[in-house]
């Protein structure tokens, strides 16, 4: 059953579109909204405004970008109480430039959508990543999560397999 499985098969297809040209803090509050909503890693695909495939930007990175400029600001480095207003503001006028084009990843795992489970595994194991993205023709047509691998691996091992008390 799992030999049959190709990365169409496990595919999100509801995808979170970002434009390389969005600034940061927006994208990441797509992100944020995302997260709350759906389940996994929240992970936006960057294409151009004619639907290309560029790269990807996850809230991991966006907000290591964010983190750099805490640490660079000193918002956090005294021990005296934090001004949140000021911190705030300081973090805006720092990543206030920022696009996704600046921080978006563009080495990602790409497949095909006929890539066979097995494939995809190896793939995943090479790359140590946690995401690909199935694209065809240069498009993104979903995004394959590790961990939908690992689920349907455990779904398929425990229907095949009755545990013993």
């Known amino acids: 059953m799992l030999d049959l499985l190709r990365a169409w098969d496990l595919a999100q297809e509801d995808l979170l ?3 390389p040209d969005d600034d940061l ?3 990441v509050k797509k992100l944020l909204e995302r997260a709350e909503t759906h389940s996994g890693s929240p992970c936006g695909i960057v294409q151009d405004e004619n639907g290309r495939f560029l790269g990807t930007l996850s809230t991991h990175r966006a907000l290591r970008a964010i983190g750099a400029a805490i640490e660079e600001a000193g918002i956090f480095a005294s021990s005296r109480q934090i001004n949140m207003d000021r911190a705030v503001h300081a973090l805006c006028r720092m990543v206030g430039g920022h696009t996704v084009r600046d921080h978006m990843y563009t ?7 006929h890539t066979p489970l097995p ?5 995943f194991a090479d ?3 946690h995401f690909a993205v199935v694209t065809e023709a240069g498009r993104a047509l979903g995004l394959l999560e590790l961990d939908d691998v690992f689920k349907t691996f455990a779904a398929s091992m425990l229907s095949e397999k009755p545990i013993n008390s």
């Open 17 to 19: 579109i970002l434009h």
């Open 25 to 27: 803090a927006s994208a």
């Open 107 to 113: 080495k990602v795992l790409e497949v095909a959508p």
């Open 119 to 123: 494939e995809i595994l190896r793939r």
């Open 127 to 129: 790359s140590m990543g």
